[in-house]
């Protein structure tokens, strides 16, 4: 018998389950590279940002699906926490670097979600070009940007829990 009474909330669980889905999205090898993302703790950092930003805005959208967003938005940085923690920076350290990421995110958040709510693929593609490279301009912040719209799409024309599959998260276009 568990010692703990309560029963995970359904929104704790489907947020779980939508976390692993955005990383699953995030960690695609095509996404990496000479000319792409770059593969460090701030390339990474870039993409969970983009893809919790399209969870987001899908989750938003409905609000019944609140909750949910919620659940979702503390599990992301529970996950962001872990990471600086598995990365070695100090237990002192962590709380600032947080409000730091939080910050980003919530900064990235907004913008995305403008551009995307919008469909403003120039806009997104500057501030992706911004965020990821320090570079408007970056050929590949185009591909994010319409990768990002192509998700957006198929998350808004489907039920929100297709998001908690892969097929919710269509690839990015090859070159």
């Known amino acids: 018998m568990p010692m703990w009474p309560f029963r995970r909330s359904r929104a704790s669980q489907d947020a779980e389950r939508l976390l692993v889905a955005v990383t699953d999205a995030s960690r695609r090898p095509s996404l990496?590279?000479?000319?792409?993302?770059?593969?460090t703790l701030e390339g990474r950092f870039e993409l969970m940002t983009l893809n919790g930003s399209l969870a987001l805005v899908r989750l938003q959208a409905d609000p019944a699906l609140a909750?949910?967003?919620?659940?979702?938005?503390?599990?992301?940085?529970?996950?962001?926490?872990?990471?600086?923690?598995?990365?070695g920076v100090g237990d002192t350290s962590v709380?600032?670097?947080?409000?730091?990421?939080?910050?980003?995110?919530?900064?990235?958040?907004?913008?995305y979600g403008a551009a995307i709510t919008g469909a403003d693929q120039m806009a997104l593609s500057a501030a992706l070009g911004r965020n990821f490279w320090g570079d408007e301009a970056h050929p590949f912040a185009s591909r994010l940007a319409?990768?990002?719209?192509?998700?957006?799409?198929?998350?808004?024309?489907g039920p929100?829990?297709?998001?908690?599959?892969?097929?919710?998260?269509?690839?990015p276009a090859e070159t």
Not at 32 to 39: H, K, L, M, T
């Open 146 to 157: 319409a990768y990002a719209q192509t998700v957006t799409q198929a998350q808004l024309a």
């Open 67 to 87: 909750p949910l967003a919620q659940a979702f938005t503390d599990q992301l940085f529970r996950q962001f926490d872990a990471g600086l923690r598995e990365a």
């Open 32 to 39: 990496f590279g000479a000319g792409r993302v770059p593969d």
């Open 95 to 111: 709380p600032k670097r947080m409000q730091k990421m939080a910050s980003a995110f919530y900064g990235r958040l907004q913008a």
């Open 160 to 171: 929100a829990e297709a998001m908690f599959e892969a097929h919710g998260w269509p690839a």
